[in-house]
Nanobody, 116 residues
Framework: QVQLVESGGGLVQAGGSLRLSCTAS????????TAWFRQAPGKEREFVAR???????IYADSVKGRFTISREIPKFTVFLQMNNLQIDDTAVYYC??????????WGQGTRVTVTS
């Protein structure tokens, strides 16, 4: 069974940076469609960024120009470089992989807290 594990979250001041990592264990995944989502307190989970098998990168409007998604080839590991973090970026960040028809494999999340 595949498990995704996020790391790199923490406490940072507004304007600072963090880099999140998503690794996989259980079996070799290759480079499937992989995305980052986040869920802020009291809000629904929302899409943040996605990297396709062809390495196309897609971003939510709210993070364009500040966040960069990348992956380590040929490993599965996916990164989310987050620069110029704002208080509204405070959330639990989840990594998800689309191994079937949908994003069906999720990690447990890593918490990012941005302070003023």
């Amino acid at each position: 069974q595949v498990q995704l594990v996020e790391s790199g979250g923490g406490l940072v001041q507004a304007g600072g940076s963090l880099r999140l990592s998503c690794t996989a264990s259980g079996r070799t995944l290759g480079t499937p469609d992989t995305a980052w989502f986040r869920q802020a307190p009291g809000k629904e989970r929302e899409f943040v960024a996605r990297i396709t098998p062809g390495r196309e990168k897609i971003y939510a409007d709210s993070v364009k120009g500040r966040f960069t998604i990348s992956r380590e080839i040929p490993k599965f590991t996916v990164f989310l470089q987050m620069n110029n973090l704002q208080i509204d970026d405070t959330a639990v960040y989840y990594c998800a992989a689309r191994l079937g028809a949908t994003f069906d494999t999720w990690g447990q999340g890593t918490r990012v807290t941005v302070t003023s």
